[in-house]
């Protein structure tokens, strides 16, 4: 019945990636196409005096420079700029007025008729600017918005019972303060938009962006156009992580330009332009844990600080997640906004679990010192089987199987728990381990499916697949709900005409598409049905619905398949040469559950005595996360995560120069993210975690779970290695020898 769900496809859009048949956004052609460069704000904060644009007009080749002051108009209203994953607050209007938010924003657009003109007379724009005083250090505002507890979602959650007092009566404590900085996507991708003009004012739009219809939404809405005159397009992605979950300046831009001039043009932001479309927001959090001597816990109280820009207010449950996790009756939390002048922060790879997870982790990790408990038998200890929270049970939780696989697998029970007790020849030896979590979301999409008498199927929907596999996923289930061979099945995607979805994101999007699939195949068979029992002596005519089933080409009944009709057949009979089904699935509120996703990852590190260089050699995640529809790119996905917890846990850090307000380290030279050399054994397990309340295919999603609790675990290991504690990331050989 199954034969591609859980098996490890290959990616059905392997061979065009890798060929360079797949087209990015920056890559779409068309006859007089123009190029566009962009101008950025040297200063942090004022106002612009003067643009002086005319040597840049001067060069040959040069079409026209935009400004705030020449721009066509543009909507006028905050609402008009608000996107489906919008915050709080005034989005960002690029070219809208002379106003100077962060260093780096756009204030003028050169349009020439090839990009290295564009680029080089951007270069000759003059501007004059009145500047004003800018803050963009998070130690300078740490105090600034309190944000409060309970009053939504992504806030932080009310206490519970009464954590100072329990605090103070805890045999055991532990109290510490842990920093994340700002950190990038970077993905290779550049941003960019291709605008085609279509002629009387229609524009087909190819962007970079994980929401083909939240950009055709927003770009109707900001140049108030009739929703018929866009069209969106993203077939392909080179990695988003958050970045694309916003429609970005680019896309405004060129459609600007394109609006302007009536003519198509071509946008593609440098690497460098890229750093003020959104980061990972800079943290400082504190944690105070209070325990009973047995290894229970008292209180858990958390607080952190989170940048936000001066125009919006941008947060994640960042808090949320430390009193959910463990059995624990006390639970506080506070979160604050720090107001810098800088863009606004966007989500980034399991954005706040990421970071607050780390902190909590760490501190479980000191707890355990505290306590000399070993880490794991804590976490044992105060596992719980409900959300904390909430006191809800989980709809499943295997995290007890991920210890013990992942212990199993790396060989937990060997270490010794002393700080600097192993070794290997000039290198110090550390394992630590934390856990992840992240939440099992879901929503609404529509899924079309139009199934052919030659037994080909296109299942369509405006979904991305933004490199995590989409087009592999979703050509799998097709292929299982409708009984067909998986070529047999075409993927159609990133296109804002096509069924109805939400961004891809949160990773929510195989759980929706996948059950999505299956409601509309369900009608495709119905429909089948009625068909093939206009047969005379049809051999299903008295079958319901539910008794048959897609299977090789056939409908066939359940419990006696000998009773069977081919698709092809049944077509035929019904005088129709394909049948075409579009349903909507939404996903009803389970109120009386949980949906998460759990890990355990153990990491071991090597440490040079002498140098402090960190090599993480070794990292098991084990990972229940509900059915798995495709081991090899969940493997993957996983894979990547790690990859990136090393990251965060020893490289990554943008760096601003305070004086300035302006990024430093804006280009992936600079800005360090792990190559090979940093990369070592990686194993990646999937624990059994069916799942029968969640939807009905049991489907979680597990595009973010992968990074959380890594750079927790490999700091863990760092101070077991070491003896030392580094408690700001990254941890660096110069935080380590100091
Ligand atoms: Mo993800 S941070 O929702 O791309």
């Known amino acids: 019945m199954t034969p591609y769900i859980g098996t490890s496809t ?40 003067r643009i002086d644009a005319s040597e840049a007009l001067r060069v040959d080749g040069v079409i026209d420079v935009l400004t705030h002051e020449n721009r066509p108009r543009m909507a006028g209203t905050d609402e008009a700029y608000k996107d489906e994953t919008a915050p709080e607050g005034s989005p ?35 501007v004059e600017y009145e500047q004003q005083a800018h803050v963009t250090d ?29 605090l103070r009566a805890a045999e055991v404590r532990h109290q510490g303060e842990y920093y994340v900085p700002i950190e990038h996507h970077n993905p290779m991708e550049l941003y960019a938009s291709t605008v085609i003009w279509e002629g009387a004012g229609k524009l087909t739009v190819y962007d970079k962006t994980q929401g083909v219809q939240n950009v055709q939404r927003y770009v109707c809405s ?25 429609p970005q300046y680019e896309v405004v831009l060129a459609v600007l330009a394109a609006r302007a001039l009536k003519r198509s043009v071509r946008l593609v932001l440098t690497r460098q332009q890229m750093y003020v479309l959104g980061y990972r927001p800079a943290m400082i959090q504190q944690i105070e844990l209070g325990a009973k001597a047995g290894g229970t816990l008292d209180a858990i109280v958390h607080g952190a600080v989170t940048v936000t820009s001066q125009h919006e207010e941008f947060y994640r449950e960042e808090t949320g997640w430390s009193g959910l996790l463990y059995k624990c009756a006390n639970a506080k939390y506070a979160h604050r906004l720090a107001r810098l002048d800088l863009a606004t922060p966007c989500d980034m790879r399991a954005p706040s679990a990421a970071t607050g997870v780390y902190a909590l982790e760490c501190a479980m990790d000191e707890l355990a010192v505290a306590l000399k408990l070993d880490p794991l038998e804590l976490r044992l200890r105060c596992y719980s089987d409900r959300d904390q929270n909430t006191d809800r049970p989980y709809s499943s939780k295997k995290l007890r199987e991920c210890y013990r696989q992942g212990a199993d697998a790396f060989g937990w029970d060997k270490r010794n728990a002393a700080p600097r007790s192993m070794r290997d020849g000039g290198e110090l030896v550390g394992w630590g381990m934390a856990n992840g979590v992240w939440a099992a979301l879901q929503m609404e999409i529509a899924v079309r499916i139009a199934l052919s008498a030659n037994g080909h199927a296109e299942v369509s929907c405006a979904t991305s697949d933004i490199g995590t596999g989409t087009y592999t996923i979703m050509a799998q289930v097709a292929a299982d709900m409708l009984g067909l061979p998986l070529e047999n099945i075409t993927v159609k995607l990133g296109d804002s005409t096509l069924p109805q979805s939400p961004v891809e994101g949160g990773s929510w999007i195989a759980a929706s598409v996948a059950n999505g699939i299956a409601t509309t195949a369900d009608a495709v068979r119905k429909d089948l049905l009625r068909l093939a029992k206009r047969m005379r002596n049809s051999p299903l005519a008295d079958a319901a619905p539910d008794d048959v089933a897609l299977v090789d080409g056939k409908l066939v009944r359940k419990r006696d398949t000998s009773r069977a009709v081919p698709i092809a057949d049944a077509l035929r009979i019904g005088g129709v040469d394909r049948i075409e089904q579009e349903k909507s699935t939404t996903f009803p509120e389970d109120g009386a559950h949980a949906h998460n996703v759990h890990s355990a990852i153990f990491a071991e590190v090597k440490v040079d005595e002498q140098l402090g260089i960190i090599r993480v050699t070794r990292v098991v995640n084990a990972v229940a996360a509900g059915r798995i529809l495709n081991t090899k790119t969940a493997s993957s996905q996983i894979m990547g995560g790690v990859v990136w917890g090393i990251g965060m846990a020893l490289h990554e850090e943008t760096l601003i120069d305070h004086n300035f307000g302006r990024i430093m380290n804006a280009n992936i030279a600079e800005y360090h993210v792990p190559v090979n050399a ?13 799942d029968n309340i969640i939807n009905p295919l049991g489907i979680k999603g597990l595009g973010e779970i992968g990074i959380v609790g890594v750079a927790a675990a490999i700091a863990n290991a760092v101070y077991h290695a070491t003896g030392k504690r580094v408690r700001d990331l990254p941890i660096t050989l110069d935080k380590l020898q100091r």
Do not use: C, W
């Open 10 to 49: 290959s990616r059905v859009d392997g061979h065009a990636k890798v060929t360079g048949a797949a087209k990015y956004a920056g890559e779409f052609n068309t006859h007089d196409l123009v190029y566009a460069s962009v101008v950025t704000s040297s200063i942090a904060k004022g106002r612009i005096v």
């Open 92 to 126: 960002f209007r690029p070219l809208y007025d002379d106003k100077i938010r962060f260093s780096g924003q756009p204030i003028a657009l050169v349009v020439a008729e090839q990009s290295e003109i564009a680029r080089f007379a951007a270069s000759l724009v003059r």
């Open 138 to 166: 998070v130690y300078r505002r740490r105090d600034e918005v309190a944000l409060e507890p309970g009053a939504d979602p992504l806030g932080p959650p009310k206490s519970r019972g009464t954590p100072e007092r329990a």
């Open 222 to 246: 900001v140049f108030e156009m009739k929703p018929e005159d866009v069209r969106v397009m993203s077939p392909f992605m080179g990695g988003g992580f958050g970045s694309g979950l916003r």
């Open 678 to 690: 940093d990369v070592h054994d990686i194993k990646v397990i999937f624990v059994e975690e069916p």
